[in-house]
């Protein structure tokens, strides 16, 4: 699977957003060492804090089916579909995303015309980690 396959990918799920509030949609998709690949969306709530956003939806889902082992995550968005810019993950969802993640785990950002790569590294530098928990 090319990286820009699996943009391909997250810019299908990016359809499926359900975001009336703020009308900005996400699209996510996840690939899974064995192949496999989840795909998530945002999921917004008239109680806005109970919005799940599109990454922590693929996790969950590829979680929940046993899939623990993540290689790269596309994540994409804009204002009502359009991608125009790159969106990058909110904390809460590096943070769930460092939980499974390997050293090599990417992070791939499309602006609707260059892709630009991260490590979690990158994006969670310090992170808490369950080594902190022990
Ligand atoms: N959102 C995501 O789905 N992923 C992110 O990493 C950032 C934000 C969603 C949540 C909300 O539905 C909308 O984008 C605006 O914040």
Do not use: W
Not at 6 to 19: E, P, Q, V
Not at 54 to 69: I, L, M, W
């Amino acid at each position: 699977m090319s990286d820009r396959e699996l943009i391909n990918i997250a810019l299908g799920a990016m359809k499926n957003a359900y975001s009336p509030y703020s009308r900005f949609k996400v699209g996510a998709a996840l690939l899974c060492a064995d192949g496999s690949v989840y795909t998530g969306c945002n999921v917004e709530n008239a109680s806005f804090g109970a919005t799940n956003c599109a990454e922590r939806t693929a996790v969950f889902k590829a979680v929940s089916e046993g899939k623990r082992d993540f290689k790269v995550i596309a994540v994409v968005g804009g204002k009502d579909g359009s991608v125009g810019s790159y969106c990058p993950p909110c904390g809460v969802c590096r943070q769930v995303m460092s939980e499974f993640a390997r050293k090599d785990f990417r992070v791939l950002l499309f602006d609707g015309e260059n892709v630009k790569e991260h490590t979690l590294a990158e994006l969670l530098p310090l992170g808490f980690s369950g080594e902190n928990v022990k």
